[in-house]
């Protein structure tokens, strides 16, 4: 529910800041454009080990500012490097604990044995985008298609436990990969565009095993993003 309500708090300011926007732009033959992100996404589990299922609604949050740097003459090829912030979360029946400093694996079979087992992060973001895009100086509503690299940082993480076996909280897990990257694509019209991230690295390092295999969880992401200028 609490990203909920934060992803209609970010559309709505959006819509209001493009509104905004589009009255005070001037005609600029320099301009620049989508300088400001917000986006939301429903977090997807990836390549999961047998038994491994999510449960519950799992979402994403990130914002930035992205540096647009326009390499054709009509401006409507680009190139864009930023700096930004996403929260995660990923519920699921992956069950992580800590014991002698050493995180152990294991499923979760029984969904009525607990009631939240959910991992969070944060991390902050920089994506490089090649962008095109059939906007003018005088458009404001135009067809864009972003393709480009994101490397994420987690600088804080969290596992959430509550259940038949106790309540606990874990951080600071040396088996997460602190170190996120994939590929990311934006395309659409105007305010509605779609978003998806693919990871290139797993959530969890070569160490963390289970049933005897390494756990290759990617993260996928796919959303709403939207542009402000």
């Not at 596992?159 to 994939?182: A, H, M, P």
Request: aromatic share 16%; charged share 20%.
């Amino acid at each position: 529910m609490k990203y909920l309500f934060v992803s209609i708090l970010f559309f709505l300011i959006s819509l209001k800041c493009s509104s905004q926007a589009e009255q005070l732009k001037k005609l600029d033959s320099l301009y620049r454009e989508d300088q400001f992100y917000a986006g939301v996404t429903y977090n997807l589990l990836d390549n999961k080990p047998e038994g491994i299922d999510q449960n519950g609604l799992s979402f994403g949050v990130n914002l930035g500012f992205i540096k647009d740097m326009p390499i054709s003459k009509k401006r409507n090829v680009a190139l864009a490097l930023g700096l930004g912030y996403s929260t995660n979360s990923f519920n699921q029946n992956l069950l992580l604990r800590k014991s002698n400093n050493i995180v152990d694996f294991s499923v979760l079979d029984d969904q009525n044995a607990y009631t939240k087992n959910k991992i969070s992060t944060h991390l902050i973001e920089v994506p490089f985008e090649f962008r095109w895009r059939n906007s003018t100086p005088e458009s404001y509503s135009f067809w864009r298609i972003y393709t480009g690299f994101k490397l994420g940082y987690i600088f804080n993480h969290k596992v959430k436990y509550v259940g038949d076996i106790g309540n606990y909280k874990l951080s600071n897990i040396d088996e997460l990969n602190k170190f996120q990257f994939g590929i990311t694509m934006s395309l659409g019209y105007n305010t509605w565009n779609l978003h998806l991230y693919y990871p290139l690295n797993p959530m969890f390092s070569n160490e963390s095993i289970l049933n005897g295999e390494v756990i290759d969880i990617r993260t996928v992401k796919i959303g709403l993003m939207f542009y402000i200028l």
